[in-house]
């Protein structure tokens, strides 16, 4: 026979969200520390950094267009992301863009930096996120931002 104490367990649900267990969670990453999720605070304030670099050459070199600002934001990302694993902000505030399910340390390579900086450059696919706070230029690439 159940106990209450079983019942009230499962009525009011475990801590550990459907699909993660306590040391990983669902997309295989460690829960916590280094390899995890980056939180989405950090990802913003690095793409923030990453956008200002962008605009500091922009103004620099090219009388600050706009046009010329995404190009070299988008350069930059693909460059950095794939020879390197991060960029400029993601370096300064502990993060790095890995492949997902590849083992470590895994350089993300030409083609999925590729698709993740032009579909960042888009923006639309950068701010739709999925259930694992992944946006679809993470998705399409095959690629998640991970603390270091």
Do not use: K
Not at 45 to 56: I, K, P
């Amino acid at each position: 026979m159940a106990s209450r104490g079983d019942l009230g367990s499962w009525l009011t649900g475990g801590s550990v969200p459907p699909g993660e267990t306590g040391d990983r969670d669902r997309l295989g990453l460690p829960a916590s520390g280094s390899g995890s999720r980056a939180p989405l605070g950090r990802r913003v304030v690095a793409l923030c950094l990453d956008w200002a670099v962008a605009e500091a050459i922009s103004y620099g070199f090219f009388d600050r267009d706009p046009m010329v600002t995404l190009a070299i934001f988008g350069l930059m990302n693909v460059l950095l992301v794939s020879s390197v694993g991060s960029t400029i902000g993601h370096r300064l505030l502990g993060l790095r863009v890995r492949r997902l399910g590849a083992p470590e340390p895994q350089i993300v390579g030409f083609g999925r930096g590729a698709v993740r900086a032009v579909l960042l450059c888009l923006v639309i696919p950068a701010v739709v996120w999925d259930a694992d706070g992944r946006g679809m230029h993470d998705r399409a690439a095959g690629t998640v931002i991970v603390r270091r």
